[in-house]
């Protein structure tokens, strides 16, 4: 169920496996694919991600320190899984420009009771892979899912 919508200003992450960080640097599409089949046999509705100013108004350091104790409390987390970050504007528009059909994707508050900020990226279907690529282009940071220890 959608919730409140995610202002364009905003960010969300997205926790992906070190497998979808191509050699090059750039994020490989396969992080932002709906699943197929979901336990109950439905395909995804929405592409889930967490939202940052949710978490924490300003600060980015908060809201990644934050984010990765929302995901260790339900995500057996390792060192090779990565965070990617998202400005919700750029990513909706650069969809919404690119796409022929002019698709608007949108992004939404989907709480759930072990997940505070989980949000949803909503009308990736039809042509949910020319839209993982054009939400791959947008990625403004990379983070590990695990904090490196303090030097």
């Known amino acids: 169920m959608r919730g409140t919508k995610v202002p364009d200003t ?58 990765r104790d929302e995901f260790a409390a339900n995500l057996r987390l390792s060192r090779s899984q990565k965070l990617l970050r998202l400005n919700v504007g750029t990513t909706t528009r650069n969809v919404a420009e690119k796409m022929e059909d002019g698709r608007h994707i949108s992004v939404h508050h989907a709480e759930l009771p072990t997940s505070p900020s989980h949000s949803g990226v909503y009308d990736c279907r039809p042509d949910e892979e020319m839209i993982a690529e054009l939400i ?7 983070y590990d899912a695990i904090a490196a220890p303090p030097s």
């Not at 496996?17 to 050699?23: D, Y």
């Not at 791959?136 to 990379?142: K, L, Q, S, Y």
């Open 136 to 142: 791959a282009e947008t990625v403004i940071g990379i």
């Open 10 to 67: 905003d960010h969300v992450v997205r926790h992906t496996k070190r497998s979808n960080i191509l050699p090059t640097g750039r994020v490989s599409a396969v992080a932002f694919m709906l699943r197929p089949s979901m336990p109950d046999g439905k395909p995804e509705e929405y592409l889930s991600v967490n939202w940052l100013e949710h978490l924490h108004p300003a600060d980015t350091d908060t809201q990644m320190r934050m984010v």
